[in-house]
């Protein structure tokens, strides 16, 4: 039986039309990037073809900023309606959209952080890389491929209010001498 399914999936590996093959890496996986309100930071994003097989096509890879959440037990969710108060998606743009990558390519995207100018604390978002751009099909099954590089900002408060302290207190009353032409 062992040998009947190895000799099956070797056939299967050779008859598998060569547009099949395909693969993709993202780095860094998560960055963290620093900026003071009403200002701007710049980061980048490197994504990689990793697929050099014979006959490997060009990958189209397509790349968007969303917002991510994680349950309780750890679970990440991607999701195009998931909005928090701590999102960071609306300040994040970058030079790419859609690109198409040849075997072994890599190609680095560089994004923006605009901060807002009443922003304070920590943010963050999800810069998601899709393999492929799958069409909805009534028939087969649709495989994803979707890797994601974690974005988080950290905003720094444009002014620091520094309280004094006292370390030694002298109190010096002026002599009163009285008057007494009055």
């Not at 890879?61 to 349950?71: H, P």
């Not at 750890?74 to 743009?93: C, L, V």
């Not at 040849?102 to 920590?122: N, R, Y």
């Amino acid at each position: 039986i062992h040998w009947i399914a190895a000799g099956f999936f070797t056939i299967a590996c050779f008859l598998l039309p060569a547009n099949c093959l395909a693969g993709m890496a993202v780095s860094p996986l998560q960055q963290w990037v620093e900026v003071k309100p009403g200002k701007e930071a710049f980061f980048s994003v490197t994504i990689t073809n990793v697929d050099r097989g014979f006959g490997t096509l060009p990958c189209k890879m397509n790349v968007n900023v969303v917002d991510f959440t994680v349950s309780p037990q750890g679970k990440i969710s991607f999701d195009k309606n998931t909005k928090h108060s701590r999102s960071a998606a609306g300040w994040i743009s970058f030079d790419a959209g859609d690109c198409v990558l040849e075997p072994g390519e890599s190609k680095e995207i560089k994004g923006k952080v605009s901060a807002p100018s009443g922003a304070d604390g920590d943010y963050w978002a999800a810069i998601m890389v899709t393999l492929g751009n799958p069409e909805n099909h009534k028939k087969g099954i649709q495989v994803r491929l979707r890797t994601a590089s974690g974005v988080f900002v950290h905003v720094e408060r444009r002014n620091y209010i520094h309280r004094g302290s006292v370390v030694d207190a002298n109190i010096s009353l002026p002599e009163f001498v009285p008057n007494e032409s009055l």
